[in-house]
């Protein structure tokens, strides 16, 4: 029998290892610019926001009620004259023995008190001359008192280098006084598809839609993907499978563009187009990878300008199937979006939950289970798991990570990443 020389081909890459390779490529974009807190939902810290001023700034009441000091109230029904009165943002005088003073939530505790006694515990006589209150409680040492640099200390880190901002954030910031932020600069990303067979939903209405034509929803859902992922989009549409105008939109891209990413095009076929163009202008670090749905993936450069030049561009490909296209862009783009960016945490971790469903026959490859979780606290897999089923993300509230060649029965802990972390 003849030997066959044919050299075998490399097993394909694993997630991890995909995943690490790309965060290992990613550079942190160097532009910052300055913008108004109000407007940084999102936005990625490009420097510690340190903070200039004590929060809360003074001591002060947690609670409506009355301010007074210990000694004043050895027993229940002790009383005492109320002789001012502190709303929130005024100061009060010192407190006397004998007095109370009528505090309000947020008001600074005056000179001389030690405790609040919230107004339940209390009874007012209003018939004297100087208005007298009976403490029914004995207070405790500042009880209902919040001190002076319980939520922030002066000279205190209170939001780190690289923490995406969300509205907790934004309130903190606030809270010390801060009215702009230095952050990353969005990164910008060049987004378009490829096939013939793609149609603009309104550009042909469904009855009239040709042979093997198809509506191009993959378009539609990673933009809105990468604007969550706080990039600055530029949509180039739908390019037609030939190389020449292929090429052509990888240089119109690579010009002013931190990342092109691709949708369909990357896999062996002679109308996949844009792995030999990426080769042409560039390279590519990494193709194809052992998981489901996503296996051809793409992760390479463009550097149009030839090889000495150092303005390179980031390329990414992702699979033609909706699916596909969408499981890959969270595993893999986005951690490699929120890398550019600044994030140091970009890697989610998976939820332990029980599988109310069976899985006889698994993949050999690291599958991705559309799942839905239900009211016992399980989750049911959807009926129909091809990868160009999108309604199964709709349906779906999250992925079952299930390792390669592991059957899945009632009752086994799986792990599971919910969706709405993913579209933070």
């Known amino acids: 029998m003849a030997n066959d020389n044919t050299p075998k081909r490399p097993p394909l890459m694993s997630l991890d290892e995909a995943l690490d390779h790309v965060l290992k490529g990613a550079i942190v974009i160097p532009e910052h610019e300055s913008v108004p807190s109000f407007e940084a939902d999102g936005r990625v810290l490009a420097e510690d926001l340190v903070s200039q001023l004590q929060v809360p700034p003074q001591d002060n009441s947690s609670m409506d009620g009355y301010a007074i000091r210990l000694e004043d109230v050895p027993v229940a029904g002790a009383r005492l004259k109320v002789t001012q009165r502190i709303p929130a943002g005024h100061n009060g005088q010192a407190l006397q023995a004998g007095e109370a003073a009528r505090i309000f939530t947020g008001a600074p505790i005056p000179p001389g008190a030690n405790a609040v006694v919230m107004q339940e515990d209390t009874q007012l006589d209003s018939s004297t001359e100087v208005p007298e209150v009976a403490v029914q409680v004995i207070p405790s040492q500042g009880q209902w008192i919040r001190r002076s640099g319980e939520d922030v200390t002066r000279g205190a880190v209170v939001l780190p280098k690289g923490t995406r901002l969300d509205p907790a954030a934004l309130g903190l910031a606030a809270s010390i006084g801060v009215a702009k932020v230095k952050v990353v600069r969005r990164p910008r990303v060049a987004l378009f598809s490829t096939g013939d067979e793609l149609v603009m939903p309104g550009d042909v209405e469904p009855q009239n839609m040709r042979p093997g034509a198809i509506y191009n929803s993959n378009r539609f859902f ?4 990468l604007v969550r992922a706080g990039c600055d989009v530029t949509d180039l549409g739908i390019v037609p499978d030939n190389l020449s105008s292929t090429l052509q939109a990888m240089k119109t891209a690579a010009a002013n563009h931190d990342l092109i990413l691709t949708s369909g095009g990357v896999s062996v076929g002679e ?3 844009v792995k030999p163009a990426v080769e042409a202008l560039g390279g590519l670090n990494l193709w194809q990878i052992s998981m489901k749905p996503g296996k051809p ?4 450069f463009l550097n149009p300008q030839g090889a000495c030049a150092s303005n390179k561009t980031y390329f990414m ?3 033609g199937n909706p699916v596909s296209s969408f499981v890959t862009f969270q595993l893999l783009v986005r951690p490699f979006l929120l890398a550019l ?7 989610l971790t998976p939820y332990r939950l029980q599988a109310h469903f069976d899985l006889p026959k698994p993949d050999k490859r690291r599958e991705f ?6 009211a016992q606290g399980g989750v049911e897999l959807f009926p129909n798991q091809s990868s160009g089923v999108l309604t199964s993300v709709v349906w779906g509230d999250g992925v079952v990570d299930n390792p390669g060649a592991q059957a899945i029965q009632v009752g086994d802990w799986v792990s599971f990443y919910p969706f709405a972390e993913w579209l933070q």
């Open 271 to 273: 109308e996949d187009h």
């Open 341 to 347: 960016q600044g994030v140091a945490a970009v890697r």
């Open 317 to 319: 490909g992702l699979p």
């Open 297 to 300: 993936f793409a992760f390479g």
């Open 369 to 374: 289970l559309r799942v839905k979780r239900n």
């Open 222 to 225: 990673l933009r809105a993907l």
